[in-house]
């Protein structure tokens, strides 16, 4: 139990540094950073915090096969409307929504989680199959619960498609090795 404890804080400690990386952090050019896949732990976190929101989301939604983009939006708009005294905090929402929302672009995508590092930090990633094409799902919800951007979460699945599909032939893209 100890164990589980320890490792969900360093997975929340990654969480938060991504966070800050993206809100403090600039840019980094392609040579400027690193990936390496997800740990067992890192994975395992991922997985129970994904199922965690499949029942985070039907409890303001309802019962679904699948929920997509729309669905996440729609439950944190759902959630900030809630004014129970035993509602979930943002960061629970940003774990369990960041690893769902990863998941479904998984899914839908040729993008796998990875962790990406740089000068100003490390966060999860999804990122392209054979290129260095990718997004961050838990830095999209927290700007969807933190900063309020509702509806954007499509927006966000469709921008990297769309990045996919115009850079799969592009020379100037790194390819994964």
Known sequence: MLAALVIMDSMRLIL???????????KSKAADFEI??????QAEFVELKSKEAISFISKYIGEKESYDANDIDKTIELWRANNSNNKNDENFVIETLGSYFGNLMSKD??????IYEDKQGTDFCVIHKEIFVYSFPYSAIYKAVVEKRIGALADVQNALKDQIEESTNDPEIMERK
């Open 109 to 114: 995508l040729p993008v796998e989680w990875f």
């Open 16 to 26: 938060i540094m991504g966070l800050l990386s993206f809100l403090f952090g600039g």
């Open 36 to 41: 390496a896949p997800l740990t067992q732990e």
